[in-house]
């Protein structure tokens, strides 16, 4: 009886906002609004690194990584999501569920090791800058952007693998938007010990390990901008990499804020903060999408003008 019981889980049911009815609606239009920002934005970002000349640098490369990266993390659940709001039952299959895990996850991981190598650009960039052509030569930068997708990929590939591989026994509801990890992972009626200490040992290497990274190179950034003589020195110097920064203090501020505080003990936690919490998880993915292109935007004097010829040569051309 009991590996019959284990067996019998297909399909997933995703709570959502399901308690709260009156407010699908209302969030469907907020949710569909960033989702179609995020893809304007970013979109914006890859074309314009593309078109123009004077934006094929090592920066310019990382930041639309970092624009396709997130058009992919959101497009990996946001259509979900948004379905979930219109449908009466929220339902995907095991498959789905996991293909949809793995997208979302490989794309958090690449951004968090991507973030650390867009760093190392910026340290090179302001404390040897004589030597930055060389170091952060084609051969170099390419294969850097390279292994931080394969690792987050590869990173995803064996958090997923260990999840699917546990017994379901039942319980298929899910309460979440979108099949999150933690979530599928209380559903499980097995000892889930090898899957906290593998999440946990990625968290070191993927979140813990492109902090300390970053925070070293910027702790060496500082020093030198504040050896440069003059005022207007300092000033450029660190206009090269204050977008990065902001990005990195929201990027990192949401999860330590997602993160940091106390979770429900409620298997389901349909009670208390459950909502808040869900709410919480759902914008901290949007967030930081759409927030990347507008800070790149307005804090880059390249991207700004890059963005302005772009539309400009648009609409001479209608």
């Known amino acids: ?15 959502g906002l399901s308690a709260h009815p009156k407010l699908e609606k209302t969030f469907f239009v907020l949710i569909l609004s960033m989702y179609l920002v995020i893809l304007l934005g970013n979109g914006i970002l890859i074309l314009v ?21 997130d058009i992919c993390y959101t497009t990996s659940s946001v259509p979900l999501v948004l379905d979930g709001f219109l449908t009466p039952r929220k339902t995907i299959s095991f498959s789905g569920c996991a293909v949809q895990m793995f997208l979302s996850f490989a794309m ?13 650009d910026r340290y090179v960039a302001i404390c040897n800058p004589l030597r930055y052509s060389v170091i952060m030569s084609k051969t170099a930068y390419m294969p850097m952007a390279i292994s931080s997708w394969v690792a987050g990929g590869a990173n995803s590939l064996v ?3 260990l999840a699917v591989q546990l017994p379901f026994c039942g319980d298929n509801v899910i309460n ?4 999150e990890i933690l979530a599928v992972l209380k559903l499980a009626c097995a000892n889930i010990s090898i899957n906290v200490i593998s999440m946990g040992v990625a968290n070191v290497i993927f979140l813990g390990v492109p ?11 500082l020093t030198t901008i504040l050896k440069i003589p003059s005022a207007e020195g300092r000033k450029k110097a660190f206009s090269t990499c204050s977008a990065h ?9 949401t999860i330590l804020f997602m993160y940091g505080k106390p979770k429900s003990k409620d298997p389901l936690g349909v009670d208390k903060q459950d909502l808040t919490d869900k709410l919480i998880s759902l914008f901290y993915g949007l967030l930081t999408p759409m927030l990347n292109p507008i800070i790149y935007s307005l804090r880059n004097k390249d991207v700004k003008a890059a963005v302005k010829d772009l539309v400009s040569q648009k609409c001479f051309t209608q």
């Open 245 to 253: 920064l902001t990005v990195v203090i929201i990027f990192y501020g």
């Open 108 to 120: 958090g991981a690449t951004e968090c090791v991507l973030l650390g190598m867009m760093a190392f």
């Open 211 to 221: 902090v300390l990274f970053i925070f070293v190179s910027y702790i060496f950034i």
């Open 176 to 179: 979440h938007f979108i099949c």
């Open 159 to 161: 958090q997923i693998s």
């Open 49 to 69: 690194t593309i078109l123009d000349s004077h934006l094929r640098t090592p920066m310019y490369f990382f930041l639309g990584n970092l624009s396709f990266l």
């Open 1 to 15: 009886m009991e590996a019959s019981n284990q067996s019998t889980v297909t399909e997933f049911i995703l709570l």
